[in-house]
């Protein structure tokens, strides 16, 4: 992307591993600038054009952020040349930053979320493809039960890679009160305290997978639903959860509107609930739509990192009567018209009942469905409906 755009813009939330990255894919001619550093920082606030005159292209600028002044700067400079990857930035406060960029850097500027570590890349499987549903032969899982439930626990932000098990917590406990809270108080000074952002977050943890009901989320957290709200919108900015929509492909009105609230990183998820380790996990009664979370995610980020921009919904058509369940798919896969049914269960045995509304997309735009689950192999349970381990995502 670097090499098709004049600049190259990484985002995504605090501590996923954005500058580190690039660091590594830097080039020895492109100089380092970080706005942490306050020498740095009061130029590029003061004088952008003696900022770049010290720090001339290519460069990268880290926590670019800080300094909204640099914006029209840059687009003055990769305006008068032709030339391709000359400016790198790193942001995290996303809001704010891509107002910015899209005042004053649209058509010369491509974005690149990252997310933390995926499963593959903790796999070291980082070029696994995006996941379509096929099947060649059985493959056994990469990791046992026990394993995958502690990478679950752990969560893929890098710096839990090498921290001792029992400082994560701590972790966790900094960087919300650091990074979360910080940023959400630069967006506004009196939108929430933080021992009230932190009995917010707990309440959003026990609600992962859940349809978000902003009403039930204010009042359990004690604070207005108009606050609720802006906080919702601010987490799913920074990228600490995500809403996935409801399919509502067709027009029959039993179909929900509301979107499912899931965590992106289920470390945190699990840090909030008070979750430490694998046997806490297990005997936690919201386990269930904590790996619900999970794997969506996975599925998600795993696309993403792969340049594939499917489209992701959740399916659930309410009941119709006193004698017929809710259908309801965890998770659609959507590529040119093609919906692929996931269904997710933390179960070892799987079989086709947990398969039973795949059924409610139509046969001919419905591709083969996946039961992904705690099996230990990649299988088949009829010719088109797939076992698939969750270690293989």
């Not at 893929?156 to 809270?181: C, H, M, Q, V």
Request: aromatic share 10%; hydrophobic share 40%.
């Amino acid at each position: 992307m670097a090499e098709d755009f004049k600049v190259l813009l990484v985002t995504g939330s605090r501590q996923v591993g954005k500058t580190t990255l690039l660091k590594m894919l830097r080039e020895e001619s492109r100089r380092y600038i970080t706005l942490d550093n306050n020498a740095s920082l009061n130029l590029a606030k003061d004088d952008p054009e003696a900022f770049f005159i010290m720090n001339p292209c290519p460069c990268m600028i880290d926590e670019v952020q800080r300094a909204p002044e640099l914006f029209l700067k840059i687009k003055e400079i990769v305006d008068s040349s032709d030339k391709k990857n000359q400016v790198w930035l790193t942001g995290s406060q996303k809001p704010r930053l891509m107002k910015h960029v899209s005042d004053t850097l649209a058509g010369r500027v491509v974005e690149v979320n990252m997310f933390p570590l995926s499963q593959a890349e903790k796999q070291d499987s980082p070029y696994r493809p995006s996941f379509y549903p096929h099947w060649d032969e059985r493959q056994p899982s990469i990791w046992d039960y026990m394993e995958t439930i502690g990478n679950i626990v752990q969560g893929g932000y890098p710096e839990l890679i090498s921290l001792k098990k029992e400082n994560r917590a701590d972790w966790f406990a900094s960087y919300i009160s650091t990074y979360l809270l910080g940023d959400i108080l630069n967006e506004d000074g009196n939108l929430i305290d933080i021992s009230s952002f932190q009995r917010f977050l707990k309440v959003l943890a026990a609600r992962t997978a859940e349809q978000i009901n902003f009403s039930a989320i204010a009042s359990e957290a004690d604070i207005s639903s108009y606050k609720a709200r802006n906080l919702v919108s601010l987490l799913v900015s920074y990228g600490i959860i995500f809403l996935l929509p409801p399919y509502s492909g067709n027009t029959l009105k039993t179909i929900v509107k509301t979107p499912r609230m899931h965590f992106t990183d289920s470390g945190l998820c699990c840090a909030l609930l008070g979750i430490e380790d694998a046997e806490g996990f297990l005997n936690h009664p919201l386990s269930g739509r904590i790996f619900e979370s999970y794997v969506v995610s996975e599925m998600i980020r795993n696309a993403r990192n792969n340049g594939d921009y499917a489209n992701f919904y959740f399916y659930r058509e309410e009941s119709k009567g006193k004698n017929t369940g809710s259908a309801e798919i965890d998770l659609l896969k959507e590529k040119g018209g093609i919906f692929y049914p996931i269904e997710v269960k933390m179960n070892a045995t799987p079989c086709l009942k947990m398969a039973k509304w795949f059924g409610s997309i139509p046969e001919d735009k419905r591709g083969m469905g996946t039961i992904v689950c705690m099996h230990n192999e990649k299988t088949l349970l009829s010719k088109d409906t797939l076992v698939l381990p969750v270690s293989l995502i």
